[in-house]
């Protein structure tokens, strides 16, 4: 009896742990805008999704990786910020988030060829837009988190980062279901693919919808944060490493 209720309580401490994690999502639309859920719905043939908005959270939301692929792909499935051609929207160094690189600006269109990009990072670290574009900006190494940029604000995908110090995305994995974003045809959700949702304006002011910008993104996995001691000195060993490769390159 004490194993099956020591058994029970183990379980209903994980239930609220992940009830926990999630970050509330205002699925009433009495803004008029379409909510989150009903995007979702929307992009899935013969839908409604499979993903629930509240209880389907991505754990592993702020720091990412790219896949053995070594590149992805993303495409903007809604935007309906105020800000919608201004934003941008990027990723950055895990190590030093001054370090960022910008994947879509402001004028690109969901459903256009300017809503459609790659992004690679080389051996040397440095950060590859579209295949053939070299930013020049040098990454620590494959890991990296996403930003969202406004009039006023930069908003990380790591809530420690952001000035309200609020969780400004969320993210969510494929189920299978098949998807249909913009003029592009219709496939399966993978397990390699997420749609992150963002909220554009300070925590004091936003009404927590998260579908200011909504984009998918494939070739990558959340990776579990680093205690901020071991993300130094991985920044540090591969900078290190980096380094050592660009003169080997040049030498």
Known sequence: ????????????????????????????????????????????????????????????????SLGGSGGAFSQIVIELAGYAAINSFGIYDATDPSKFVEIFAGPATAGTASARATFSILDDGQVVRNLFDETGVYFAGNLFGFYLSTP??????????????????????????????????????????????????????????????????????????????????FGLGLAGLACARRRGRTG
Request: aromatic letters at 8%; glycine letters at 10%; hydrophobic letters at 40%.
């Open 1 to 64: 009896m004490t194993t099956t209720r020591s058994l029970a309580l183990a379980c209903l401490t994980l239930a609220l742990g992940a009830a926990a994690h999630a970050t509330p999502v205002n699925v009433s639309g009495a803004n008029g805008e379409a909510t989150l859920q009903q995007i979702l719905d929307g992009i899935t043939v013969g839908g409604p999704s499979s993903v629930d908005v509240g209880a389907d959270q991505y754990a592993n939301d702020s720091l990412w």
């Open 152 to 233: 006023g604000h930069t908003w990380y995908s790591q809530a420690a980062l952001n000035g309200d110090g609020a969780d400004h995305m969320v993210a969510y994995q494929g189920t299978g279901d098949t998807v249909k974003i913009g003029n592009t045809m219709a496939g399966p959700w993978a397990s390699n693919e997420f749609v992150m949702a963002w909220e554009d304006l300070a925590r004091n002011q936003w009404d927590y919808d998260y579908n200011d910008f909504v984009v998918m993104v494939e070739s990558v996995r959340g990776v579990s944060v680093p205690e901020p001691g071991t993300l130094a000195l």
